[in-house]
Every structure is written in C-alpha cells, then in structure tokens.
Nanobody, 130 residues
C-alpha cells in the first residue's frame, strides 16, 4: 500500500510558475508515476509521467512548459510548471502504479486514466487567472 500526498498548488496569473510535490509513504522506485489533472466538467487526463524504465512523457499542450522529476531517495515526485495558462486550471493528482515492467501498461494508463488502477493522492488545486 502506497499513500501519496500532493502539495504546492495555488493561484497564479498567466505566465506564472508553480512546483507541485508528491510525497510517497513507501518505496516507489520502478513504479509508473503520473501527474493527472481534471478540470470542472472535463475528463481526467494525463499531464506528465515517468515510466517504470525512467522514460518521461508529456501531454502535448504542456511540453516545454512542464517538467516531471523524481527524487527516489526521498520517494518524492515533482512537477515544475512554468508559463502557466488559464487552461491549466484543474485539480492535479499524483498517482503511482505497479506495472510489472510493462512500459506499455504505463503508457496506456497515462493516456486512458483509470481511477480504479494504482494509488492516488487527494489532489492539489491549481488556478491560473488571466
């Protein structure tokens, strides 16, 4: 059982930056680690992920602005968000899953979020105003 706790959300203006953190209660090395987000009235979507083999991937609209990173020694996942836009406004969730070495399974989860799969945090709100 892994427990995840996000922090770092807040309210900023267009062009601002935020750094989200996700502290895990246990070892997450080798897990599929993903930042998802969900805006009101919209489906949950993958924003950035670190696959179990260390590969990083991003949603197209955040590429070049967001950076995902991981501190395995501290079991902490980060999402640095720069040049924020109003369309980035959402609840951001950290999630972790055991994928038994399958990057394909991680990729599928990233593109087709399943709330019943893996471990999820409670979320942290990000609001970007123009």
């Amino acid at each position: 059982q892994v427990q995840l706790l996000e922090s770092g959300g807040g309210s900023v203006h267009t062009g601002g930056s935020l750094r989200l953190s996700c502290a895990a209660s246990g070892e997450t090395s080798g897990y599929c680690m993903v930042w998802f987000r969900q805006a009101p009235g919209k489906e949950r979507e993958g924003v950035a992920a670190i696959y179990n083999d260390g590969t990083k991937t991003y949603k197209a609209s955040v590429k070049g602005r967001f950076t995902i990173s991981q501190d395995n020694a501290k079991n902490t996942l980060f999402l640095q968000m720069n040049d924020l836009k109003p369309e980035d406004t959402a609840m951001y969730y950290c999630a972790a899953a055991v994928v038994f070495g399958s990057t394909a399974r991680c990729s599928t989860w990233f593109t087709t979020p399943r709330p019943d799969f893996g471990y999820w945090g409670q979320g942290t709100q990000v609001t970007v105003s123009s």
